[in-house]
């Protein structure tokens, strides 16, 4: 017998376009496999499913080979960090310690 389906929605997003999608998957789908099987790669040139972080309801999924959906449930994939937020933090800081010290010393 086969496995009741439930549904789950994908979405993805950049800053100028962005699609989500309603799926019947069958009870027992990973997030990633949902994720593969949304097809947004299609819509999407460069997305790479099988490798982008995945999360549900903006928390991320650790291990989204291993984490089973539940109905009603929306897989959000995110794009890859393009700069560490610690490091783009410490820049700034250190652009307005320089700003404030020429500011003193004028």
């Not at 990633?32 to 790479?48: T, V």
């Amino acid at each position: 017998m086969d496995k009741p389906n439930i549904v789950v929605e994908v979405v993805y997003a950049l800053a100028d376009k962005q699609k989500l999608l309603r799926l019947s998957v069958p009870e027992g789908t990973t997030v990633r496999e949902a994720a593969l099987r949304s097809g947004l790669d299609a819509h999407f040139p460069g997305l790479d499913l099988a490798a982008a972080p995945l999360g549900i309801f903006g928390k991320a999924v650790p291990r989204p080979e291993e984490r089973v959906l539940e109905d009603g449930e929306r897989v959000e994939i995110y794009r890859p960090l393009i700069a560490d937020p610690k490091e783009v933090r410490k820049q700034r800081a250190a652009r307005a310690a320089q700003a404030k010290a020429a500011e003193q010393g004028e």
